[in-house]
């Protein structure tokens, strides 16, 4: 790859989204239960991330003419590590609050453009280890590609290597982990049965015709190059009011808090989903739901449903990120069913809605409709943005990470959570990873409009034991039932 390239049209238009209130930077915690060496770490930053991944050595380069070209990629000449590593404390006394403080300040603050869009916080006196911050604009990857980048930092858990080759196929030991550990659906892995076969297709044809639509919505029946399904996706996408008008929105605010929850079992949650024939993602979805229906009725402002953007890849399966990382996914809306009340009605209607989403074109699509806003000036995009994300209220993201143990410069990694940026005035971003058999949930929010996160944390722990009540006494009724059978 030479000095400059270019820069794709949907990388493009993440870079463009950066607001002052909501910067487009992926903000990732790992935890450790002892110190690390700093000095190890730098080192495998270096050799495994900088050395490896050309982005990270890159700066953004603008075009001077912008309607005749995007902007570059381009090597920083003056790129120097300690630049973009810093080594800082833990104010005391050092708790999962402190480091939640830091985190959220850090959100505020935006990535300097003159160097590489990323930077990494060595944390000491995090309780009796320490901690890194990772900061990542998200035009450099989406959560797929960070992952498979924060991955090849660590090793397995037992202290052997791992080899990772220079075009990163590094990943096949974990691959299991990144594509398919939470049941057959993980968001941004989610393909769909139409994803494989439209999405280049619709990505072509619309990184054009799907803004022209946008534009002048009576095109939306002159676009012949796109089949039934593809139309009936981009006039939801199109024509689907703003979400309903709830505490939870209004005009986004600098300050952000990030929180996260105590690990959750993952054999917990699926032993939930099991007798109600629902993934884990479906159980973790209604857990949400019923907590953001708490927090809605608390404040008497309960709706009947709350719309969430969901990232839907569109990445072949099995396919890892080239060295070039990058972003291959589009943005599907999903309700959340925050008026129901029953836990049991409220998962299965989850479950149908999430079956529609994998069985759409809307993620190939929206792909496509994301490449064509990276071609537009950047007032005009500012505008179609803007036009989208009033339509949702929250950004929901979930990432599989390793489902065994796996350690950082020798110290095994105690936790990882993540929290997945907002675009426009989006208010909330959700996100799951799961590691090594636990599910860990990242909150962010708009300070000003979402003063206590953690009660949300709080509703979807509780709407989770609910469900673990009802699966427990329904497979008990079920093994009774089938006793009965067999004695009579």
Request: aromatic residues 6%; charged residues 20%.
């Amino acid at each position: 790859m030479g000095s400059r390239e270019r820069m794709s049209p949907a990388d493009a238009a993440w870079l463009h989204m950066d607001r002052p209130t909501n910067l487009m930077v992926i903000n990732a915690v790992t935890w450790f239960d002892a110190p690390l060496d700093w000095t190890v770490v730098r080192k495998t930053v270096d050799e495994r991330m900088v050395s490896r991944f050309p982005r990270f050595r890159q700066r953004v380069a603008e075009s001077a003419l912008p309607l005749l070209g995007g902007p570059y990629w381009e090597d920083d000449r003056y790129f120097a590590l300690e630049n973009h590593v810093h080594h800082v404390a833990l104010p005391s006394p050092g708790d999962q609050e402190a480091l939640q403080e830091f985190v959220g300040d850090l959100m505020s603050m935006p990535l300097d453009r003159t160097k590489p869009l990323w930077h990494l916080y060595l944390v000491d006196g995090y309780g009796g280890g320490c901690a890194t911050v990772f900061r990542i604009h998200h035009s450099i990857g989406d959560g797929i590609a960070l992952g498979e980048v924060l991955l090849s930092l660590t090793d397995p858990a037992d202290g052997v290597a791992v080899d990772v080759p220079a075009e990163p196929q590094h990943a096949a030991s974990h691959r299991h982990g990144l594509t398919g550990l939470l049941d057959s659906v993980t968001w941004p892995a989610v393909t769909g049965v139409h994803a494989a076969a439209t999405g280049v297709h619709a990505a072509d044809a619309l990184a054009h015709e799907g803004i022209q639509a946008l534009i002048h919505p009576s095109r939306l029946r002159d676009i012949a190059t796109l089949g039934r399904d593809e139309v009936a996706a981009l006039a939801k996408l199109t024509f689907t009011p703003p979400d309903a008008r709830t505490v939870l929105r209004g005009p986004g605010v600098v300050s952000k808090r990030a929180v996260w929850a105590p690990p959750i079992p993952l054999a917990d949650v699926k032993a939930i989903g099991r007798p109600m024939h629902a993934t884990v993602n479906d159980v973790l979805l209604s857990a949400v739901s019923g907590a953001l229906g708490r927090y809605l009725q608390r404040r008497e402002s309960l709706v009947d449903n709350v719309r969430t953007f969901v990232p839907f890849n569109i990445r072949p399966a099995g396919e890892p990120p080239p060295t070039t990382l990058g972003n291959k996914f589009g943005l599907v809306f999903l309700d959340l069913p925050v008026g129901l009340r029953d836990p049991r009605e409220r998962l299965a209607e989850v479950s149908r809605r999430m079956d529609a989403v994998k069985n759409s074109s809307e993620g190939p699509v929206s792909f496509g409709m994301l490449s064509g806003v990276g071609l537009t000036p950047t007032t005009v995009e500012k505008r179609i943005i803007d036009f989208f994300t009033a339509k949702a209220t929250a950004v929901m993201t979930n990432v599989a990470g390793p489902p065994k143990p796996v350690s950082l410069a020798g110290v095994p990694v105690a936790g990882v959570v993540s929290w997945v940026p907002r675009s426009g005035d989006t208010p909330i971003g959700l996100s799951i990873f799961s590691y090594s058999g636990q599910v860990l949930v990242g909150l962010a929010v708009d300070a000003a409009l979402v003063p206590e996160p953690a009660s949300i944390l709080t509703g979807m722990q509780e709407e989770l034991d609910e469900l673990r009540e009802l699966a427990t006494s329904g497979a008990a009724r079920q093994q009774a039932r089938v006793n009965a059978s067999a004695t009579g």
